[in-house]
């Protein structure tokens, strides 16, 4: 009876049965309008045939994503039609994508390209260069030299870092998390959070409302700032059926003094460290760096921050003071947006693949890809790369599990090579080229990732850490188990037109 309780006054119970009564309120409402139905059913099928023109006519629009609408809108106008107005689109409220519109102004603002730094790459490899670029130009992020790099790999080395990095913050910390919990991982840092703000120093904080939902408390936000530490839920979920749901941050990010910087596929929740066990061992990865790059990871953070409060930040009052690392290659540091139609994150990945010469090693949780990235990857394996793809072998969520194992045939016929991480559930979001190029970021292949959620990541060409992403690569590939065209093949009927299913629908997934 505790247990019941408790679980009727959480927010997510709360919130789900608010959007059930606005379900039940719109069928309520067509039965009692039972006479006039015809009348809008027709209404609905001229509304649904307007919106599937709309939708071929957008050229910002992938097309699976019109194809899994366009199906739905000509078959059921009534139903297909409602779905789309509430849920269709990457869109959020006029006044939350003004917000964001600032924070690509912030980003303008305050970063700009070395032209000395630009012309080193260039003179070292155009190819390379024009992937700099790429980013440069269309995510107003510079490209570094001077910045040390670290590959930490699993959740708990990454864990040992951030605690040793944060106890020497002497200015400011800037978090941004999608998925914040309390335990032993949380606790650990909001101890040191504490005292550091208890000291002076600028402790600010960025969750992720719907990824800490039923991780953290309502109004936790207040609670924090009793320990004077900043903090705000980004698009807090309320209970509306509405397409902003699906802009979510995914970003993550923690930033010390302007001189350090950690990203990576890690959470802070324990069991990214493995001291909970949910999906068998829990393989991540993150990366610090340490450097001039890291003041563009601090102005992503305080660019997101101006538009969430609509303020305008002095971004030279957090330029780092005491930089004395010299690193090697060149790092760029880069986050995405859904609300400017430029698939940054897609992109990366696909410039990646383009200049690849010898192999291609890819780490993803999902492999949901579309009929781009699958051209990408499978011509790269007939020309006769070496194209390796690692998966896990226990799923978060069967689904989107059914859903990469669905893509496996088509890759696996080409070349392609594909693994799944036997002893449970790989998280890691990393790309390895030719032991030359790497990115390591929150960016997941699937259309979420790539084209709903705000993302980041770090572009790397010739620095030191590419050589332990290479190593931890191999290393995770001796715990797989490989994927035979024979495993795709010998599927039972049933469960093969189940993945056809979620294959067609994985752009509203």
């Known amino acids: 009876m505790r247990n019941l309780l408790k679980l009727m006054f959480q927010r997510v119970f709360l919130v789900s049965l608010a959007i059930l009564g606005q379900l039940a309120f719109f069928f309520v409402t067509l039965k009692f309008f039972d006479d006039y139905l015809n009348w809008f059913s027709g209404v609905m099928e001229i509304l649904a045939f307007a919106l599937v023109i709309y939708i071929i006519s957008n050229d910002h629009t992938k097309p699976a994503y019109k194809i899994a609408w366009i199906v739905p809108l000509l078959t059921f ?10 849920f269709g689109g990457n869109r959020l409220s006029l006044r939350q994508k003004r917000k964001m519109e600032l924070t690509q102004e912030g980003m303008r603002r305050a970063l700009h390209q070395d032209n000395a730094v630009y012309g080193a790459l260039l003179a070292e490899n155009r190819h390379a260069a024009a992937q700099a670029r790429y980013l440069i130009r269309c995510a107003d992020c510079p490209v570094y030299e001077n910045t040390e790099t670290t590959y930490l790999s699993p959740g708990e080395a990454c864990f040992s870092a951030m605690l040793r990095e944060l106890r020497k913050a002497e200015k400011y910390i800037f978090l941004e998390y999608f998925i914040i919990e309390k335990g032993t991982m949380w606790s650990a840092i909001l101890e040191i959070l504490r005292q550091k703000a208890a000291q002076g120093v600028d402790v600010r904080i960025i969750y992720d409302d719907f990824g800490c939902i039923t991780r953290l408390p309502t109004h936790y936000a207040k609670k924090l700032a009793k320990l004077g530490i900043r903090a705000t839920a980004f698009n807090p979920f309320v209970p509306v059926l509405s397409s902003r749901l699906n802009n979510r941050s995914h970003r993550k990010l923690m930033i010390i003094d302007g001189v350090v910087g950690f990203t990576g596929g890690i959470n802070l929740a324990d069991e990214y460290i ?3 066990e949910r999906f068998g061992h829990w393989k991540d990865s993150g990366i610090l760096l340490r450097g001039d790059a890291v003041y563009a990871m601090t ?3 305080l660019s997101f921050w101006d538009g969430i409060f609509r303020s305008r930040s002095d971004f030279s009052a957090f330029l780092p003071t005491r930089i004395s690392t010299v690193g090697t290659g060149f790092v760029q540091p880069y986050c995405d947006s859904p609300l400017d139609f430029e698939p940054v994150g897609e992109n990366v990945y696909l410039n990646l693949i383009a200049h690849a010469t010898r ?9 949901i890809i579309d009929d781009t990235m699958c051209t990408a990857l499978t011509n790269a394996a007939k020309g006769g790369l070496d194209v390796r793809i690692i998966t896990p072998h226990i799923p978060d969520k069967h689904y989107v599990h059914a859903l990469t194992r669905a893509n ?3 890759l696996v016929e080409a070349g392609v090579r594909i693994y799944e991480y036997e002893p449970g559930f790989l998280h890691s979001k990393v790309f390895c080229v030719d032991d030359t190029y790497a990115t390591v970021g929150s960016i997941n292949m699937d259309f979420r990732s790539l084209y709903l ?3 980041n990541g770090v572009w790397l060409y010739r620095t030191d850490c590419i050589a332990d992403i290479r190593r931890d690569f191999e290393q995770t590939l001796r715990k797989c188990i490989p994927i035979t065209l024979a495993d795709c093949r010998n599927i039972a009927l049933p469960r093969r037109v189940m993945r056809a299913i979620l294959r067609f629908m994985a752009p509203l997934l």
């Open 408 to 410: 496996y045939q088509q």
């Open 299 to 301: 102005v992503m953070f």
């Open 359 to 367: 192999s291609i090693s890819i780490m993803t949780p999902y492999l």
């Open 453 to 455: 959620h705000f993302e």
């Open 274 to 276: 493995n001291k909970v």
């Open 77 to 86: 106008p009534l139903f297909g039609g409602i779905l789309y107005l509430t």
